[in-house]
């Protein structure tokens, strides 16, 4: 069985590992001290934690029932990852009725579940051992948890909610590999975060060739809170750079242009963006002592994104400063 404490938010995938005979001889699997279980969510009883993987920040394809796998939608964020070998008495169909059982519980939501034909009709199976499974970091060399997965496959996604946070559930089990003639599990637990940020700031010598050559320049080096026009200290940096272009060409005048990403309304959007393009010219004329006769605020919400906002990925691409050559 399986121990959650009270709500707590999991993910699971599971691959079988190798594709040699199940003849050959097999070998008890030996537990991997560089990692320990997620804090919300226990191993199945009795299985042992053959890698693991910690991203602080990346993207995982959670699939629904509403989207087709090839068109699952990305969630970024936290991203841990354990890769388990079960007992070796315990059947795969078993492993995996713990975790639909487990889930079934309130707080939980399943997106999507297939079985055996199912996973291999819908794609899940290959997509995810490639999609999934192999580009995470995996910490043990030596234990590759994407190997085969070709026989008796069964996958989960879920949804848990807790204290007002979402996190994702993957589950993919597999009959006993033939390493270890024992069901093999990888078990993804997925909370949404924001990137870190203040990691990028465009020079004033890289803004002024960009202007050169498209008459504009995105700044993702300047940071507001969700639905706010102050801006944060770490925008200080692409603002000293923004100032150090305009005071290196005198006769240069620029637009500054404020972007959101589609949600909200259109109004409440105007009003942000232009908003926050004021924020921007108001820090260059006060803190960077900035002729605001060379500057114009202009804000345009939505109506000019450079990528989809059907997903995180883009609307954070949306949401942006621009500078433009008048």
Not at 162 to 186: C, H, K, M, T
């Amino acid at each position: 069985m399986i121990a959650f404490t009270r709500f707590a938010g999991i993910a699971v995938l599971a691959a079988a590992l190798a594709s040699a005979p199940v003849a050959q001889a097999q070998k008890a699997p030996t537990e991997w001290r560089g990692a320990s279980d997620h804090p919300l969510v226990s191993r199945y009883a009795g299985a042992v934690l053959q890698n693991a993987a910690q991203e602080g920040f990346a993207a995982v394809k959670v699939p629904t029932a509403q989207q087709a796998p090839d068109k699952s939608p990305v969630v970024e964020g936290r991203v841990n990852a354990y890769f388990y070998i079960a007992p070796r008495e315990r059947s795969a169909l078993e492993v995996f009725r713990n975790y639909q059982a487990a889930l079934a519980r309130p707080g939980f939501t399943v997106l999507y579940s297939c079985e055996m034909s199912a996973c291999d009709k819908s794609g899940i199976k290959e997509r995810f051992a490639n999609e999934v499974v192999s580009p995470r970091k995996w910490q043990a060399k030596g234990v590759d948890p994407a190997g085969s997965i070709d026989r008796d496959v069964r996958f989960l996604s879920a949804k848990a909610s807790r204290n007002g946070q979402d996190s994702y559930i993957l589950v993919f089990v597999a009959e006993p590999n033939s390493i270890w003639g024992a069901p093999a599990v990888v078990q993804l637990v997925v909370e949404p975060a924001a990137m870190e940020g203040d990691k990028v700031v465009v020079n004033g010598d890289a803004l002024q060739k960009a202007l050169g050559a498209d008459g504009k320049v995105a700044l993702y080096g300047i940071y507001f809170d969700t639905g706010k026009a102050v801006l944060k200290p770490e925008s200080r940096p692409q603002l000293a750079e923004m100032a150090k272009l305009l005071k290196a060409h005198p006769a240069l005048k620029v637009h500054i242009v404020g972007h959101t990403d589609n949600q909200g309304g259109v109004p409440a959007n105007l009003a942000l963006s232009q908003q926050r393009a004021d924020a921007v010219v108001a820090a260059l004329v006060q803190e960077n002592q900035v002729d605001p006769k060379r500057m114009t605020a202009r804000g345009v919400a939505s109506f000019a994104p450079v990528a989809s906002n059907s997903a995180e990925a883009g609307r954070a691409k949306n949401r942006r400063v621009e500078l433009v050559e008048q």
